[in-house]
């Protein structure tokens, strides 16, 4: 089982990007860090997904805005196996890093 930092992306613009993937058998508890590099404001999108592409009601954040140079931080993410973390931003620029805890399930 992982623990700590489980995984991180360069998020391009305009694209879905799946950062992190449960592993099967076990569960996550975990905290998403994105982070904008960029001068002006970046908007992303968060969801917790069973697939690369969610599905409307799978985001948990939608349209967020993040400020220029600043952080967006969600935490107490528990998410069972097979779940994905999937990012989307506006721009480029931006990094995503996903902590956190793998336990087993069996």
């Known amino acids: 089982m ?3 930092r489980l995984g991180n992306a360069a998020v391009p613009a ?3 990007t799946t950062v992190y993937t449960v592993p099967v ?3 996550a508890v975990a905290s998403v860090s994105i982070t ?3 001068g002006s404001p970046a ?7 069973t697939t690369g592409t969610p599905a409307d009601e799978e985001f948990i954040e939608y349209d967020t805005t993040i400020i220029a140079n ?4 969600r ?4 998410m069972e196996a097979g779940l994905n973390l999937v990012v989307y931003s506006d721009v480029a620029n931006v990094g995503c890093t996903v902590f956190g ?3 087993s399930t069996t």
């Not at 600043?70 to 931080?73: I, K, L, N, S, W």
């Not at 935490?75 to 528990?78: A, D, K, R, W």
């Open 2 to 4: 992982a623990s700590g």
């Open 14 to 16: 305009a694209a879905l």
């Open 25 to 27: 058998g076990t569960y």
């Open 36 to 38: 904008n590099r960029n």
């Open 43 to 49: 908007t992303i999108r968060l969801a917790t997904s």
């Open 70 to 73: 600043g952080v967006f931080e």
């Open 75 to 78: 935490t107490g993410l528990v």
């Open 101 to 103: 805890i793998e336990t």
